[in-house]
């Protein structure tokens, strides 16, 4: 990883707790935080036998906790027991679809856990803790005088996920506010990379229909515009964040943007699959669906360079390239499970 | 709105957190207007004004938490309930800054169980109980109701969180929700001395001077409670007639920004002590300076005013508290 050498140092030794850690990001994290030398207790809700937390294969070096951020008396046991100096919290529902679909679960796990885990982090006198937020709680914090005016604000306020992260920041604030505890927010807009098992997202998903050679359908135009950070990039975030936030209190209680800064059609995301993948022949298909989608402004990451000196080291083609990489040499491996023998052919079947 | 419309005759109308100062008043009033009102009650609370005045043992009630599922569906589908207020909360600062998580189970936790437990059962409309704490502090005053909820302290971010979650469930769900921001509530039954205006009315009885722990020139947004009856009522009333308003928030308040220092002094002009200059003590000054509501829309869109404002509703609360403070002499 990229990482400038003082980094490697601040993690030495330093004992981390990581909650979601089977998720996209927490993989990849956890895997950085270990090669740093930082010691890594995860909280584990479910067995994710295929996520990149395990086949990165840092067993052995992480100390795996079986349970969830609901349960206090777990919270404070792990906490106190590993004398954890950072917590970052990544453990969350973050599938739109879920949220709406049961909007409690979400709530749950989203407000409820984070209340659950900071109150354990305040008890407990943890240094800081990070907590992982979207860009989608920009729109509902903005005053309306101000020139980013709030209009997307009130169509955020139909999206039971984006609710449930704006009630998680706000909650995140109070306790950072009202005990002087340190507490980061990194809001991101769309996280991708190997490791990302959800198929009922868009990369993940478009990748999965590319490589077994069929045209990825949408259901809506695909217009939507969104901004898309590759993985590693979003951990290089995180360790910064934690490393800048550990010595300096007027970064407590910020809520620091990360992205591109730059914005992507979802059907030009699916085409750039496609020209990294050598199937450009594949148009996918697009419909007419009107469900409200999410659409995200650009992440202005001025203050996240500015504050944080963080930079994004992969272009969209850089970060494409190296996802794709990583779900092939996965499909390669356990192509069993998706196709039967019998059909199983190279990937350049339908030209 | 005017007291002879059948809008809530026979009506089935849950009221949770009825035993607190407003569920005192707007359970009483509904019962009177013709509503089934069934109860939802957590704690006995024999201080309470509904106890004391014999309306709890009128009123139907079920007993438990807002977080009991099962116990909100049961309530809602048996009595089958078609209007909810929903003011149960945890609504003292204090006790929100030394236990922040039961605060949140219970404002926030407790709103999203109870919307949901209405989104299964099909209730009419819920009206929501928000605050114009929700705000949050902001330089940004008035505060009217497009301005961000933002608050800062535990008590203030669960109204921001409970305000937010109703107006999701209202958008995403088609829920009929509307939300109430009021200020201050003041009234007889309030027997938490602690605040201001009880506590400033009953140092004036026992004839000694009231002590302000801050510098006494803080100001907030203040509504008697009768008059946040009317708003409760109205603002269902114009949300069964026009659903379209589903997911919106009301401010309910006076906007006269008067400060501690003026309201106390208005206390002691009604009750004839003006003699009884406060004592300011300046000693707590680390809250929120300044909070007040621009109305404008609840009386444009609701053609709401407040029938009693300031000058009527003080001498309400004064008269109750006195006759209150006699009473409970009397009895000791």
């Known amino acids: 990883m990229p990482l400038p050498p003082e980094t490697s140092r601040f993690w030495s030794q330093k004992s981390v707790f990581v909650t979601g850690a089977t998720g996209l990001v927490g993989g990849w994290l956890v895997s950085a935080l270990a090669q740093q030398g930082a010691e890594v207790t995860a909280l584990v809700r479910d067995g994710s036998p295929r996520s990149h937390f395990r086949l990165a294969n840092t067993s052995g070096k992480i100390n795996v906790v079986a349970g969830n951020f609901c349960d206090e008396q777990r919270l404070d046991r792990v906490i106190g027991k590993n004398s954890i100096h950072t917590i970052i919290h990544l453990g969350a529902q973050t599938v739109v679809g879920v949220a709406n679909a049961d909007p409690v679960s979400t709530l749950e796990v989203n407000a409820r856990g984070t209340w659950n885990l900071l109150d354990a982090a305040r008890r407990k006198g943890v240094h800081q803790t990070l907590i992982a937020s979207t860009l989608l709680v920009s729109a509902t914090d903005t005053h309306p005088a101000d020139s980013r005016g709030n209009k997307l604000g009130a169509a955020m306020l139909q999206h039971p996920y984006a609710v449930s992260k704006a009630c998680m920041e706000r909650i995140a604030i109070a306790f950072a506010h009202t005990y002087q505890m340190r507490v980061g927010i990194l809001r991101f807009g769309n996280i991708y990379g190997g490791g990302d098992l959800h198929f009922s997202r868009l990369i993940p998903g478009a990748i999965r229909s590319t490589f077994q050679g069929d045209r990825f359908r949408f259901r809506t135009p695909g217009e939507s515009q969104r901004d898309f950070l590759y993985v590693e990039d979003a951990v290089s975030a995180y360790l910064r964040f934690g490393e800048r936030l550990a010595t300096s209190d007027s970064l407590s209680q910020k809520q620091i943007g990360f992205g591109l800064g730059e914005r992507l059609s979802l059907l030009n995301l699916v085409r750039l699959i496609l020209k990294h993948s050598g199937r450009t022949d594949l148009e996918p298909m697009v419909g007419t669906s009107s469900t409200p989608e999410i659409s995200e402004e650009a992440t202005d990451i001025n203050e996240a360079s500015r504050l944080l000196d963080w930079h994004p080291e992969y272009s969209l083609d850089q970060g494409m390239q190296r996802t794709i990489k990583w779900f092939r040499n996965y499909f390669e491996i356990k192509l069993d499970d998706y196709r039967p023998r019998e059909t199983r052919v190279p990937p350049n079947h339908g030209n | ?332």
């Open chain 2, 1 to 332: 709105m005017a007291e002879n419309n059948s809008f809530w005759k026979d009506r089935s109308v849950l009221v949770t957190g009825g035993t607190g100062l407003l569920g005192s008043w707007l359970a009483p009033t509904l019962a009177k207007r013709g509503a089934n009102v069934v109860l939802l009650v957590r704690d006995g609370a024999p201080r309470s004004l509904l106890v004391r005045d014999g309306w709890l043992n009128r009123l139907a009630s079920v007993h438990g938490s807002l977080t009991d599922e099962g116990l909100l569906r049961r309530t809602m589908a048996e009595y089958s309930v078609q209007t909810v207020f929903h003011l149960g909360a945890q609504t003292l600062v204090g006790v929100a800054k030394a236990d922040p998580v039961s605060t949140l189970e219970t404002n926030v936790k407790g709103t999203w169980m109870l919307l949901e437990a209405a989104r299964q059962t099909g209730v009419q409309q819920v009206l929501v109980a928000s605050s114009d704490k929700a705000y949050g502090e902001s330089p940004n005053l008035p505060y009217r109701e497009d301005h961000p909820l933002i608050g800062q302290f535990p008590y203030e971010v669960s109204k921001s969180c409970a305000d937010l979650i109703s107006q999701m469930y209202a958008r995403a769900y088609k829920l009929q929700v509307g939300i109430v921001r009021c200020g201050n509530l003041f009234g007889g039954g309030d027997l938490n001395y602690s605040r201001l205006i009880p506590g400033a009315v009953r140092a004036t009885v026992n004839g000694e001077k009231f002590k302000i722990r801050s510098d006494g020139k803080f100001i907030r947004d203040f509504l008697y409670v009768e008059d946040a009856v009317e708003a409760y009522l109205c603002l269902a009333e114009h949300l069964a007639a026009n659903p379209a308003m589903a997911g919106e928030a009301f401010n309910f308040g006076l906007g006269l920004k008067l400060t501690m220092l003026d309201l106390v002094d208005k206390i002691l002009a009604v009750m004839d002590r003006k003699d009884l200059v406060p004592i300011v003590e300046n000693i707590a000054n680390n809250e929120i300076r300044e909070q007040y509501m621009d109305s404008a829309k609840a009386h444009e869109r609701l053609g709401w005013s407040p029938l009693y404002g300031m000058d009527e509703g003080l001498k309400r609360t004064v008269a109750w508290y006195r006759n209150h403070l006699e009473r409970t002499e009397s009895a000791s």
